[in-house]
Nanobody
């Protein structure tokens, strides 16, 4: 069964950090571009960060540049999102997703047309 499972969400104070993990089963993440997306209440789902297969080129949406870092460990079939200097506006359900065929890593994040999705993990930034 093809599956993506996110973990690592939780409650954190503003300025704090969290690391999200996205583990794949049933397929090899190394053949896919992987993206982290988030959806806050009442808002559309947005692409946060994406990482290309092969050379690992990355893309970040402007609001998280310099604060979030995406990485992948193909040996563990896992992708991570290190989130630092968290703000209340980062509060959302975070999803990871995989796409096999694409043109650029930026379009993976902006088009949100992915092959597989996880069920999400909730991140709450609040004092």
């Amino acid at each position: 069964q093809l599956q993506l499972v996110e973990s690592g969400g939780g409650l954190v104070q503003p300025g704090g950090s969290l690391r999200l993990s996205c583990a794949a089963s049933g397929f090899t993440l190394g053949y896919y571009a992987i993206g982290w997306f988030r959806q806050a209440p009442g808002k559309e789902r947005e692409g946060v960060s994406c990482i290309r297969r092969g050379d690992g080129m990355t893309y970040y949406t402007d609001s998280v540049k310099g604060r979030f870092i995406i990485s992948r460990d193909n040996a563990k079939n896992t992708v991570y999102l290190q989130m630092n200097s968290l703000k209340p506006e980062d509060t959302a359900v975070y999803y990871c997703a995989a796409r096999r065929l694409y043109t650029t890593i930026q379009t993976v994040c902006t088009n949100r047309d992915m092959d597989y999705w996880g069920k999400g993990t909730l991140v709450t930034v609040s004092s």
